[in-house]
């Protein structure tokens, strides 16, 4: 019974946010917002979600190694798998706007979450902690972020296609009931992958922060998947690469930031080798990026590799 309602909360994670977007999105379009902002603030609020709903229910239980865990878990699993599965599909062409702000911006979170976990290093403290002044400084970072997401698409603007002369009726009922379902099943499967991820994870000896990395990282990460694969078959490579690392700065800016901020965060010593990890990681996005503006077919198969012998370490750490 516990797997099936693990399995179900996974479902209802995916479905949930698969509805959230898509309500969302409509009601967007009706008032007429910029397909730009809607990209980069509605999509990659909805592909996040699942891991803002688990990361926030951990918090309020007080299982800090599976909202930790679960961020950067899924910010492994989307430099590495899901950009590698997308470059393997179809090699993904970066913007140098995005090798200019965004991916140093992701870099900045990975470094400034390795600051914020490091207390017995760097303050001869007890325990590695992130309290609520560290949580509220996170999304201070996030508001910056925010203000740069609203001036690229106030800019773009002018580049609008306004072919939408006579605005396509929607209806309202409909998608807000739509949005509201999604929110609902994001909230309700968040819950229950917690709750039975945990039992789990203590029937077969495994430490929360091992099911945080894996099982629940990767269960959250399926609609930035979805999103990613899909955009790399229809060869939309902004979207792929921008869903990734658009992601990544969310969840570790707003997600953890507004998690601290509910209740504290104890770290386990051991995470920070892979938060080390994922600042190598970016700074190869970062690298590979500038190489020849692409990430590549065999690159994106280096990625996986990575990702397979990652995953097998932990479990061996474990």
Do not use: C
Not at 18 to 30: E, H, L, M, Y
Not at 45 to 63: D, Y
Request: proline share 3%.
């Amino acid at each position: 019974m516990t797997y099936f309602l693990l399995l179900l909360g996974f479902a209802l994670l995916v479905k949930g946010a698969d509805f959230f977007v898509d309500g969302a999105s409509k009601i967007a379009r009706a008032l007429k917002v910029s397909p730009m902002l809607i990209g980069l603030t509605i999509v990659a609020f909805g592909t996040s979600a699942p891991e803002a709903s688990v990361s926030f229910i951990a918090a309020l239980e007080g299982v800090s190694n599976v909202a930790i865990g679960n961020v950067i878990g899924s910010n492994v699993f989307n430099t590495t798998l899901i950009l590698g599965i997308a470059a393997i599909l179809f090699p993904i062409t970066v913007q140098s706007e995005t090798i200019r702000k965004e991916i140093p911006f992701a870099l900045l979170g990975s470094v400034v979450l390795l600051v914020l976990t490091s207390d017995i290093r760097l303050q001869a403290g007890d325990t590695n902690l992130i309290s609520r002044t560290e949580g509220i400084i996170l999304l201070l970072f996030f508001v910056v972020f925010l203000y740069y997401l609203f001036e690229v698409a106030r800019s773009t603007r002018n580049q609008v296609d306004l072919d939408d002369s006579k605005p396509k009726e929607i209806s309202w009922i409909k998608n807000m009931s739509l949005t509201a379902a999604g929110l609902a099943g994001i909230i309700f499967g968040g819950s229950l992958i917690v709750d039975n991820s945990i039992e789990i994870a203590l029937s077969f000896g495994m430490s929360e922060t091992l099911v945080g990395l894996t099982i629940v990282a990767v269960g959250t990460s399926l609609p930035e998947l979805v999103t990613s694969v899909t955009a790399a078959l229809k060869k939309q490579n902004d979207i792929a690469l921008g869903n990734i690392i658009g992601s990544n700065i969310f969840n570790i800016f707003f997600i953890l930031g507004a998690s601290a901020v509910i209740h504290p965060l104890a770290v386990d010593p051991r995470i920070i080798f892979d938060v080390i990890l994922l600042i190598a990681l970016t700074l190869l996005i970062l690298v590979l990026s500038r190489t020849s503006y692409k990430v590549t077919r065999m690159e994106g198969v280096v990625l996986v590799i990575i990702y397979i012998v990652y995953t097998a370490f932990i479990i061996y750490r474990n």
